[in-house]
C-alpha cells in the first residue's frame, strides 16, 4: 500500500496516519522530545518534495527545518480540522511565499541546473526517465505558480481537494478548477 494510499485508510473519521500524529503531538507536549523526531521523520520527505516541486531547488533541507521550527513553536495554534500533514505544507507554502518575495526584492534568482531535480529512479531507469522528467519539468514551468503547487500536491502528495484548499489558501472549488487547468496544459504540452 502507497503512504497517499494508506492515509486514507480512515477510521472514525480520521486516518490512522492522521491519529497517529495526534498521538505523537500529544506526546511532545507532554515533554517526549522522541516524539517530535518521529514527526519529523513522518512527514520531512513530503515536504523536501513539495519544496522541490513549487521551484526550491537550493535550500530545500532548510525550508523544510524552517517549516518544522514554525511548526513546533506554533503547535498550541493547531486545531486539527484538517490533517496535520496538511497543515504543514500549509506552512512550507507560506515560507515559500516569504522567500520568494524576498529574492524578488534581491533579483538573486537562482538558475534551476539539471543535478538539482530530485528522482525516484534508478540507474536501469535513467534514460528514460530522463526525458520524460525533462518533459514534465518543462511543462510545469508552463503552469502558473497556484496550478504547480495544486498539480503537486494532488498528483506528487496525493492530497484531497479538500486538503489542497486548506494547504493552498482556497476553495475546494477553486482547487478542482486550478488542478483540472494544470492536467489539461500538462498532457496538451506532452502531446506536443
Known amino acids: 500500500m502507497s503512504d497517499a494510499t494508506s492515509a486514507r485508510a480512515r477510521v472514525g473519521g480520521r486516518s490512522d496516519d492522521d ?61 486539527g480540522e484538517s490533517s496535520f500533514r496538511t497543515w504543514l505544507f500549509t506552512i512550507e507554502r507560506r515560507l515559500l511565499l516569504d522567500r520568494r518575495r524576498a529574492e524578488k526584492r534581491r533579483r538573486d534568482r537562482t538558475e534551476i541546473q539539471e543535478d538539482d531535480a530530485a528522482t525516484a529512479y534508478d540507474a536501469l531507469d535513467s534514460v528514460v526517465a530522463d526525458e520524460t522528467q525533462q518533459r514534465l519539468r518543462a511543462a510545469m514551468e508552463r503552469l502558473s505558480p497556484t496550478q504547480r503547487e495544486v498539480f503537486s500536491l494532488r498528483v506528487g502528495e496525493g492530497l484531497s481537494y479538500k486538503e489542497i484548499a486548506e494547504a493552498v489558501g482556497t476553495t475546494e472549488g477553486a482547487a478542482r478548477v486550478h488542478y483540472h487547468n494544470a492536467m489539461r496544459a500538462v498532457k496538451e504540452f506532452l502531446d506536443e
Request: aromatic share 8%; glycine share 4%.
Open 19 to 79: 491519529q497517529r500524529d495526534l498521538e505523537l503531538i500529544a506526546r511532545w507536549k507532554a515533554g517526549d522530545e522522541r516524539a517530535a523526531t518521529e514527526i519529523v521523520e513522518r512527514h520531512a520527505q513530503a515536504l523536501a518534495r513539495f519544496a522541490v516541486s513549487s521551484g526550491e531547488r537550493s535550500e530545500v533541507d532548510e525550508l523544510v527545518q524552517d517549516t518544522f521550527v514554525r511548526a513546533f513553536h506554533s503547535l498550541d495554534g493547531f486545531r
